[in-house]
Every structure is written in C-alpha cells, then in structure tokens.
C-alpha cells in the first residue's frame, strides 16, 4: 500500500497537475522531502506564499489542468488566502495543500506555533474561498476524501483545500481511484439545446460572448467550430481577453462597452440574443455596457448550469452543452446584414526619439510578434491590462475580474514553469509588491520578458483622483537591480530604444528579461483613457 504523500501526489498527476509550487515550513518539510524525492511532480519554490498562489493559478490557467499550491501551516497557508481568493472568482482550479499540525500536537494543550485562533481556523477561512474541502487525518477514508476533492476542483474549475497534518506523510493508504466526471441528464440536455437552437434560429442580430470558463473547460476548439457553423459573430469579455487566440477568424474582439472598438461595442449591444458562454457577469466585463443585462436576450451558460430567460437548466457541463449544440446545429449561413466586425491591432512603431507613451508599447510588442510570433503573456492589473487590449490576440492570463495587483510576475513564472516562454506586463506599483521573484528564475533557467511600465504612479487611482499626493511613487530603478539578481535590465525612455531593448530581449535566453519603461505621469493608454471616460459618464448617469 502507498503512503498517503504518495498516493496524494499520483493523484494529483492522474487529475491533471503538472507542477507544484511552494514554499516549506516545519509542518509540511516531511511532505516536502517526498515531493522533492519522489519526483512524481516538478517542484518549484518561490520567496513568498502570495506569488505560489499566482504562479498556481496562472499555471492553471495555461495547461487546463489543476495548480497546485503547498503551504506551511497557518503563516504559510494565510499568506496564500488573496491569491486563493482572485483563483475562486476567476475560476482557477488551485489545489492548496496546507500542512497542519499532527493528531498528537493537536491535544498537546499548547497554543502551537503558527496558530490564529483555534487549531482549524485556517480550515474555517479556507471553506469561504475554495469549493470543496479534506482533513487528511484518516488513512481510511483520505483516499475517498482525495478523489471527491479532485473531481470538485476539475468539475467547478474551482479552488479546493486539503488539510495535511504532518504525522501522515508516511501513513499506508489504498491508491486514490479517479472518479468519473458527472454528466449532464441526457433529456434536460437535449431539450435545453433545442431551445438554444430555436432561439437563434429566430434571432435577427445573435453574436456569441466568451469568457475565461471555456478555457478552463477545454472547449475552446469546439466553441470556434460553433461559431463556424452556426456562422455567428463571436467576442471575448475583458476577463476573457486571450481566448480562441488560435481562432483568428472567429473572434471580432473584445467587449469594452463605452472603452472599446465602436463597431465590437454595437454588435453586443444591439444584437437581440446574446449567448455567453462561460462568462462571469462582473461589473469589469460589462458595467460599462450602455444596457442592464437582459434576460429576454440572453442565454447564460456559466458554472454547470444554463440560464434560457428566466428559467435554469442545472448540472449542465459546458463541454456536453457544446457537445449536443454542435451535434444538433445544422450549418447556417449569416445573413449578409451581418458583417464580422474586426479590431485591428496597431502596428509600425516609428523607432525614434520621442518619448514612449503606453499605447507605444502595444504597438511595439505587435511588431515584435510579427517578427518572432506570439507570445502568451501574462499581466497584472494597472494600465498595462488596458494596453494589453491593444496587443494581439494572444493567450493571456490576467486578473481582469478580480483585479488584485501582484499577480503579473509570478504568474509569469508560473507560466515559465509549464514550458511556455512568457510575456509579461507589469506597473511599477504591482511590481513592488511581487516582482522581486524574477530572482528565482535562474534556478530554474526560467526566461520570461518583463515589460515594467515605470510612471512613478499608481496610475489607476491617479486618473480617478489626480489630486491626491500619495499616488505619486519613488523612482527604484527594476532595470538595475534586475541585473544583480539573475537577468539582464534596461532602462528606455525613448520609442527607439523600446523597440531595441525588446529585440534583444526577444533574442535573449536562458535568463530573464526586464525592460523598464519610463512612462510620464498622467499619461495612460487610449483604451484606459476611454474606460475612464466612459466610467466617469455611467458614474454621472447612475447619480442623475
Ligand atoms: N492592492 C491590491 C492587492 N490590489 C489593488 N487593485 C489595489 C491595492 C488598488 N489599486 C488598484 S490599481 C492601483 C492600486 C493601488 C495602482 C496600480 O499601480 P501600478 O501597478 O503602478 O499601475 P498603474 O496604475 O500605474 O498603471
């Protein structure tokens, strides 16, 4: 019989982990010891537990499998609550694994080190911000206990937790045994379909919005198909910006409201039946809509269930939703009232002396994709997710819903972690909370391009209250200190050297690249200028 670490982490494996990230402590160095003998799953520590839950998610994100994140008790695990907390609202399935004290320690009559209130605090904060749960403390049932955790992570593509104590590394246990995934009721399915169906057959002005559960599903490559077959106009949310990036021919665009390309902003709002298909209905995706969400036109397939008007259909997996649109859906043909609306990137940065404003550096990265390919990126929340609007449609993990700065670095490492070489965005000011992790890529020959826009601002905050002094930040020099801690920095302030320093970045491997952007204060990118405005007008119309 295995012992349970072992069976813990062959499970992990059989559901769909890659990698795991962590950071060790006293009550998981036995769990670690395993991890890092066993070799059943490449191990990858970072410096601090709020990058290990970004790097877990981002992974996630990448390969559609599970992230998984291994924390120390109590300071460890509560380290990791916000980075947990943006996976469960963004639908990343991260699995924490958080050590815990042993059956003995737990009755010593001490308070044990790392303890907040009693001995399962960390499990009560936990139970709020992840979907299923396990105290690993039973050799019997922990196998059981393992696979329903599992199934509910891949199944909800959401956080779970499951609670290691440390006296348990070495407990016998039967092999966790996978269960089967549950499947949608096959008549509720069909008659749900035919109205879907019905419903756009009768439609004058339909268009398809997608959001990040269709990756976090797999159906990506069967939802382009869709859109091909039922010849129907299709565009991401902002959270779900890097969808179908392989579909070029499918997708318009992006859905900005007020703060985006006219013609996608008019095939949303005035198209008669909306299908959104795995979307979050978050204010970021769609406050700036000039129409309230109307049920009459919409048709709503998110988190197992579908939403026809004013009626759900539950238990209703996206991946056999598409399944049975994609068997019963007949080829259509658009009507010709329905031209597909494109954005189009912009492209050509004159390479000259002039200072680089943000949209310079969107246009930069589109002529450095032409020359070396996409890249998937990542970024982090700040004006660099808006000017990632204007970069090609490539994958992109971000916390575009969520909105919690310090995701963009590690993330990027996580990234980096599943083969992929990254790009990634980042403000000054995110940077200062996480960026210091770029140092950890040397040990794992991790090469990510870093692009740091460098306004000496929290730029966000700064366009919603310009008068406020402590928006204003120091000038730390990253390009600097990137290059004592393991990759190669430099500083450009001109749309020459911006283009240059990204060649060489491009060309560069095997260590990281950090090119450290100096932006002027007050000057954000086209597509933030227009959310504000159109923020600032939906504020006015709301208080009218
Ligand atoms: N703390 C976290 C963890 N997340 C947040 N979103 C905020 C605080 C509030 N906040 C939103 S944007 C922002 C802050 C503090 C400033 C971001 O500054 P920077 O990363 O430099 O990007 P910029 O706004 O300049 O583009």
Avoid at 63 to 83: D, I, K, M, R
Avoid at 179 to 208: D, W
Avoid at 212 to 238: H, Q, S, W
Avoid at 450 to 465: D, G, H, I, K, T
Wanted: proline share 6%; glycine share 8%.
């Amino acid at each position: 019989m295995p012992a349970l670490a072992h069976a813990l982490l062959a499970a992990l494996k059989d559901h769909g982990a890659r990698e795991i990230f962590g950071i060790p402590g006293d009550f998981v160095l036995p769990l670690f010891k395993v991890i890092e003998e066993s070799d059943i799953l490449p191990n990858v520590t970072l410096s601090h537990e709020p990058a290990v839950g970004f790097a877990a998610d981002a992974a996630a994100r990448y390969h559609g499998g599970l992230g998984v994140a291994v924390v120390t008790y109590g300071a460890g695990a509560f380290n990791l609550v916000n980075a947990i907390a943006g996976a469960y609202a963004e639908r990343s399935p991260v699995v924490v694994i958080a050590g815990a004290p042993g059956a003995r320690e737990r009755v010593s009559g001490f308070l044990l080190h790392h303890q907040a209130r009693t001995v399962d605090t960390q499990l009560a904060v936990f139970k709020e911000i992840t979907c299923d749960q396990a105290v690993l403390s039973d050799p019997v049932t922990a196998p059981a206990q393992i696979a329903r955790v599992l199934r509910s992570a891949r199944e909800m593509s959401l956080p779970v937790y499951l609670e290691f104590p440390r006296d348990m590394v070495d407990a016998e246990v039967e092999a966790v045994v996978p269960l089967p995934s549950r499947q949608a009721n096959q008549e509720a399915l069909g008659e749900c379909v035919e109205e879907i169906l019905g419903r756009i057959e009768r439609a004058v002005r339909p268009v398809i919005v997608v959001d990040v559960e269709i990756r976090r599903y797999g159906v990506e490559d069967r939802i382009a198909a869709l859109a091909r077959k039922l010849a129907l106009p299709l565009v991401t949310t902002f959270m779900g910006r890097g969808l179908l990036d392989k579909a070029d021919d499918v997708v318009a665009g992006t859905y900005l409201g007020a703060a985006g390309d006219p013609a996608i902003t008019q095939l949303v709002e005035d198209a008669d039946l909306v299908l959104m298909l795995g979307v979050i209905l978050s204010d970021t995706n769609f406050a700036l809509s000039n129409r309230a969400p109307d049920p009459r036109r919409m048709i709503l397939a998110a988190s197992r269930e579908v939403q026809i008007g004013h009626h759900v259909y539950r238990d209703m997996p996206l991946g056999d939703l598409i399944d049975a649109l994609d068997d019963r859906a007949t080829k259509r043909t658009a009507p010709t009232t329905l031209p597909r609306q494109r954005t189009a990137y912009p492209r050509g940065l004159v390479a000259d002396g002039q200072p680089i404003a943000p949209s310079d550096i969107a246009t930069a990265i589109n002529d450095m994709f032409d020359r070396h390919g996409r890249m998937p990126m990542t970024s982090d929340i700040g004006d660099c997710l808006f000017t990632a609007m204007e970069i090609d449609n490539t994958a992109l993990a971000a916390p575009g819903y969520y909105a919690g700065m310090g995701f963009g670095v590690p993330a990027g490492i996580g990234v980096a972690a599943t083969g992929l070489r990254p790009l990634v965005l980042v403000g000054d000011g995110a940077f200062q909370m996480t960026g210091w992790e770029l140092g950890n890529c040397r040990r794992y020959g991790l090469d990510p391009i870093v692009v740091v826009f460098n306004n000496c601002s929290w730029e966000m905050l700064r366009v919603f209250q310009p008068e406020s002094r402590f928006n204003n930040l120091d000038d730390w020099h990253y390009a600097d200190i990137a290059n004592s801690i393991g990759g190669t920095g430099e500083r450009v302030a001109t749309r020459a050297e911006l283009v240059a320093a990204l060649e060489r970045a491009a060309q560069r491997r095997g260590q990281f690249s950090l090119i450290e952007v100096m932006l002027p204060r007050g000057k954000t990118s086209d597509t933030l200028a227009r959310f504000v405005a159109g923020f600032k007008s939906a504020r006015e119309r709301m208080t009218k």
